[in-house]
């Protein structure tokens, strides 16, 4: 059973940068793919970023390619969203998830455990 913790989130303005990590406990963490996800209100959960197991394959949703950066430090069980040019339309709660699938995958289904979120604010 892999646990995952969201932290970094917060409250910024239009153009503003955050950086959101995920500490991973309870297995091994190179093992796994590593997605991104956010839900703003009212709205469904839809992907953000994805990175394969050894990082060395990443996926962007087109909303957020060339401002996001996704990366992971194997070693230190951690996960990263690196978030520049935050958009108002960037506020969500954002997920972290691991999976077993290997690649750079998109799909919510692939992964198999989750974090609890961490809430990111963008006023205009």
């Known amino acids: 059973q892999v646990q995952l913790v969201e932290s970094g989130g917060g409250l910024v303005q239009t153009g503003d940068s955050l950086r959101l990590s995920c500490a991973a406990s309870?297995?091994?963490?190179?093992?796994?793919?590593m997605g991104w996800f956010r839900q703003a209100p009212g709205k469904q959960r839809d992907f953000v970023a994805a990175?394969?197991?050894?990082?060395?394959?990443?996926s962007y949703a087109d909303s957020v390619r060339d401002r996001f950066t996704i990366f992971r430090d194997n070693a230190k069980n951690l996960g990263y969203l690196q978030m520049n040019s935050l958009k108002p339309e960037d506020t969500a709660v954002y997920y972290c998830?691991?999976?077993?699938?290997?690649?750079?995958?998109?799909?919510?289904?692939?992964?198999?455990?989750w974090g609890q979120g961490t809430r990111v604010t963008v006023s205009s």
């Open positions: 998830a691991v999976g077993l699938y290997k690649g750079a995958t998109m799909a919510s289904r692939d992964y198999q455990y």
């Open positions: 309870g297995g091994t963490f190179s093992r796994y793919a």
């Open positions: 990175i394969s197991w050894t990082g060395g394959t990443t």
